[in-house]
């Protein structure tokens, strides 16, 4: 397949999915490797397509008008199920996390952790994988989310949780 067809054939898939698809299974379906996917992928961005990249594959980016909200919160790396459940339980998606690394500036990674599957799939992928642990552990358990839900009132619901576990830190 040429390649300006297989970034439309990718760009396709992605709009019609509804989780994550694997660079892995992309290279499958259009019969190249892996990593000419993640190049293609990478094309795709640079023309200014909303391709994301999240811990379980990508996703094609969709406007949302539902409200969001950052909160910025710390606690230790053995805290972090804890901290995603109570956003859950709240009825909170968890959109990204980020950082402020004092070399790199601000890191930010998708990942769209939306119910209870999502969030045992990104903690088993944690577990193991070799090295891994949660960006917050870069910065002493200081880092932010970005977080949506369907009102201003689930976000409110949301600290709310945040606070109680003590994780919640007030941006000033």
């Known amino acids: 397949m040429e390649a300006a067809r297989r970034r439309e054939a990718i760009l396709t898939r992605l709009s019609q999915a509804s989780t994550p698809v694997a660079a892995a299974t992309l290279g499958e379906e259009m019969g190249v490797s892996r990593q000419i996917v993640v190049g293609d992928v990478a ?40 901290e995603l ?20 500036g601000q890191i930010t990674v998708d990942l769209l952790i939306r119910s209870p599957e999502d969030l045992e799939d990104f903690l088993t992928r944690l577990d193991r994988a070799p090295g891994a642990t949660p960006l917050c552990t870069l910065t002493d358990g ?14 409110d619901a949301v600290e709310q949780a945040l606070d109680r576990l003590g994780f919640l830190q007030k941006q000033v």
């Open 142 to 155: 200081w880092h932010t989310h970005t977080i949506e839900a369907e009102s201003e009132e689930v976000l």
């Open 85 to 104: 459940r109570a956003v859950l339980a709240a009825g909170g998606t968890v959109l990204d996390t980020s950082i402020e690394h004092g070399l790199y």
């Open 43 to 82: 094309l795709l961005r640079a023309a200014g397509h909303p391709v994301r990249a999240t811990n379980r594959g990508y996703v094609l980016a969709r406007p949302s008008r539902a409200p969001r909200r950052s909160v910025a919160v710390r606690h230790n790396s053995s805290e972090t199920a804890a």
